[in-house]
């Protein structure tokens, strides 16, 4: 999953740690997280401006800015899907809907 975000955008992604939890930056901007369910044990991938984006996988939640992208742990990753969205989210960066120091 790590090496799916990395490989989005090679020169301007970077990792951090934030909340306890493995954060991926574009230019500096926080815009994915990597973090398990604890409740169901699966991996998601949580989109930091996820109310911008519209895939029928992701889901709201309780959340109001931030959308998950569930993974299940014991079916193959469905890497179109992922770099789709994740696409999408760093377009939100790139295009300046989500505006960056």
């Not at 994915?32 to 991996?43: A, H, Q």
């Not at 109310?51 to 992701?58: A, S």
Request: charged share 30%; proline share 5%; glycine share 4%.
């Amino acid at each position: 999953m790590r090496k799916i975000i990395l490989n989005c955008d090679l020169e301007d992604i970077t990792e951090t740690k934030k909340y306890g939890m493995p954060c991926f930056c574009y230019r500096g901007k926080a815009f994915c997280y990597l973090w398990v369910d604890k409740k169901r044990d699966e991996p998601y991938f949580l989109m930091v401006e996820g109310k911008h984006l519209h895939h029928p996988e992701l889901e709201t939640g309780k959340r109001s800015r931030m959308k998950i992208f569930r993974v299940n742990p014991k079916k193959n990753l469905p890497i179109n899907t992922i770099k789709l969205v994740l696409e999408q989210a760093l377009n939100l960066y790139r295009n300046g809907t989500i505006l960056i120091k």
